[in-house]
């Protein structure tokens, strides 16, 4: 009996050290297991981490390309497929070198650019550039087109731009340059195109000189929907008369150098369309009889009288007399001193919301100055150029006088040191001061402006060429005045880029913020869409 006690004993320890050790490997078993799970959780939170874009909807990859440079659009096209699908029908801007080897790769571009609107053909003068079966078939792809620009496109004739406007209906822009089309297909633009807005036209060769013209509008689109209507260096520019008359919502007309008596026409025009805002001449056959004419649009803000010099005092003063609404004035008088202190007395008696003045080749004189300052109490910008009647003494009552005065330009005028330091303690709300080829200002008069008023920027450009309106372009920024708003890819054969170049710094890093918060939102969204399945 004491045996079999014993042999129990020794069978209950063996099967005690049996489950110790079992329970041991299980232990080490397990803990091996939860090591491994926990190297693969990581691994796959890496590979998510890195895998993350491959989640987000096209319509926030879409947001991100838009925010890009165009160089950096091409390079994320070539990433994958889906990216290039998604930067392909993202892009609504493009533009085409329309050289007549564009023609076989059409079909191409436009499957993977499907969404564009806004178009540029642009041909070198020395090439051969599309023709009209290219447009056609182009318009066939881009039937949601609304603005279009064509540049030195000499092989489009009238039955291409016929082919055009039946296709893209929805055009509100059309702007060419240097092409041969003629009346007829310009009048098809304005027939079928109901939608049409703005109209440029540009030296349009394909027009008849002469009695033989044949004439432009007025159409459908100039009843409807026209606002916008410029028109450069073009020989028979008056053939475009029955269009200005018969778009009755027309609100800004520009004329550039385009030949013809316009004294005829602008009686007809105001007669006929009176919401007229914006009317801008220059290098064109108008006088005092046009002014007179002019000063009828009740509703004109802004004026730009460039190299017109049969217009005199008179005319001027007639227009200051009714269109007491200006707001901006550009007055080139190329040196014939045809306007002067009477025509400028009319505007400062009249135009008391004058917030812009440009005299470019003009001779005030302190009488008018200190009127239109004294009256014209909203004058934030004024520039002088290339006067020979504006030295210190103008300049220190335009210091004395102008309280709102935000920005003034200086060009080409007898101003000395003198003059500068008057600023100091003038206009209160003046931002900024740019003065250039005044040689009797020097840069040590400068510097002590800028010392005395540090807030003040100022510009100083001591260019010894003194014409200050010799260039034959663009009257006031030709002599280096601009005032801006204060408020307010390569495939295959063609080249391909887009016109988003233009963008500023701020705009691209705005559009970049915004991709990136619209990627959080998204990222955030899906977090706790897969959070909520696994729980």
Not at 138 to 164: P, V
Not at 415 to 434: I, Q, R, T, W, Y
């Amino acid at each position: 009996m004491g045996q079999s006690v014993s042999t129990a004993k020794l069978t209950s320890r063996r099967d005690c050290n049996r489950s110790q050790r079992s329970k041991s490997k299980s232990t080490a078993l397990i803990g091996q297991m939860q090591a491994e799970e926990a190297e693969e959780v990581e691994r796959n939170s890496i590979d998510g981490l890195s895998d993350i874009i491959s989640v987000l909807p096209d319509e926030c990859l879409a947001c991100i390309f838009q925010s890009l440079t165009p160089g950096d659009r091409k390079r994320c096209s070539l990433v994958c497929r889906r990216w290039l699908r998604i930067e392909g029908q993202s892009r609504h801007r493009l533009s085409l070198n329309a050289q007549s080897d564009l023609h076989p790769h059409i079909p191409s571009i436009f499957s993977r650019f499907d969404a564009v609107t806004k178009l540029a053909l642009k041909c070198d003068r020395r090439s051969v550039s599309i023709g009209d079966e290219a447009l056609a078939q182009i318009s066939e792809h881009c039937r949601n087109l609304t603005r279009l620009k064509l540049r030195a496109c000499r092989d489009l004739t009238d039955a291409g731009m016929l082919a055009f406007a039946k296709n893209c209906k929805c055009l509100k822009k059309l702007s060419c340059g240097s092409c041969t089309f003629g009346a007829k297909g310009m009048n098809a633009v304005l027939d079928y195109c109901p939608a049409l807005e703005e109209l440029s036209v540009k030296r349009l060769r394909g027009i008849t000189d002469g009695a033989a013209a044949e004439p432009i509008g007025p159409g459908v689109a100039a009843a409807a929907s026209l606002k916008s209507i410029c028109l450069k260096e073009l020989y028979n520019g008056q053939c475009f008369g029955p269009l200005i008359v018969g778009a009755k919502n027309l609100r800004s007309l520009k004329l550039f150098r385009c030949s013809g008596d316009w004294d005829k026409l602008f009686p007809l025009i105001v007669d006929r369309v009176t919401g007229i805002v914006e009317i801008h001449m220059e290098r064109i056959q108008v006088s005092d009889i046009g002014l007179t004419a002019i000063s009828n649009c009740l509703n004109l803000e802004i004026l730009h009288l460039v190299k017109t010099p049969e217009c005199t005092n008179v005319g001027l003063g007639s227009v200051a007399e009714k269109c007491r609404l200006l707001r901006k004035l550009h007055i080139d008088g190329w040196k014939a001193n045809r306007i002067g202190d009477q025509g400028l007395i009319a505007v400062a008696k009249s135009c008391l919301n004058l917030q812009e003045l440009v005299l470019i080749g003009v001779n005030p004189t302190k009488i008018s100055l200190e009127m239109l300052a004294s009256n014209c109490q909203n004058l934030e910008r004024l520039a002088l150029c290339g006067s020979d009647t504006v030295g210190d003494a103008e300049i220190s009552c335009i210091a004395l006088k102008c309280i709102a005065l935000k920005k003034l330009c200086i060009k080409s005028c007898p101003v000395s040191d003198h003059g500068m330091e008057a600023l100091a303690s003038g206009c209160p709300n003046l931002v900024k001061v740019k003065v250039k080829k005044c040689r009797g200002v020097t840069s040590e008069g400068v510097e002590w402006l800028r010392t005395n008023r540090g807030s003040l920027v100022i510009n100083l450009d001591t260019g010894e060429q003194l014409d200050a309106s010799a260039s034959d372009g663009g009257g006031a920024q030709d002599n280096g005045v601009e005032f801006p708003p204060m408020v307010a890819s390569q495939i295959g054969a063609p080249s391909i880029a887009s016109s988003s170049t233009g963008r500023s710094t701020s705009h691209k890093l705005l559009g970049l913020l915004s991709g990136m918060s619209l990627v959080a939102c998204t990222l955030r969204r899906f977090g706790n869409s897969n959070g909520s399945s696994q729980s």
